[in-house]
């Protein structure tokens, strides 16, 4: 059965994306949870987070664009030139999910200050927490 993915799975599986080199689809990746990350979900479970989405997609659109070509480097070049690959792509994952912070952040501060809260208050410090007493 599938189960919620939490953050920590979620970071796991756009890096699982990340190093997709080829035919890349729901189903594969699928698959490649349950076998690499022992993580039992479904093409619908992945495609509701949109970070897995957008990681899906530019990774997709990256393995396209280079058409399938493979050139025979020796093994190092070939190392470095997968790596320089997957920082490409992990960046512009990064990006896009900036951007959209932006935009939460933009659309948060608009609504605080429609009702009155300064930004004294939201750089207020959280209140301690004992998580000793929350276990019990």
């Known amino acids: ?34 076998t690499n990350l ?12 949109s970070r897995i989405k957008d990681a899906f997609n530019l990774r997709k659109k990256a393995l396209k664009s280079n058409g399938g070509r493979y050139y025979a480097r020796p093994n190092s070049l070939d190392l470095a030139h997968q790596r320089l690959d997957r920082i490409a792509q992990e960046n512009e994952r990064l990006k896009l999910e900036n951007e959209r912070l932006i935009e939460r952040f933009i659309k948060w501060q608009y609504n605080a200050a429609l009702r009155g809260v300064s930004e004294d208050m939201l750089d207020r410090p959280l209140p301690r927490t004992d998580h000793a007493s929350d276990r019990s």
């Open 1 to 34: 059965m599938a189960k919620h993915l939490k953050p920590d799975d979620v970071d796991r599986i756009i890096t699982l994306i990340d190093s997709f080199e080829h035919d890349l689809n729901w189903e594969r990746l699928v698959s490649a949870c349950d």
């Open 38 to 49: 022992g993580v039992m979900t479904t093409r619908q479970a992945l495609s509701r987070k």
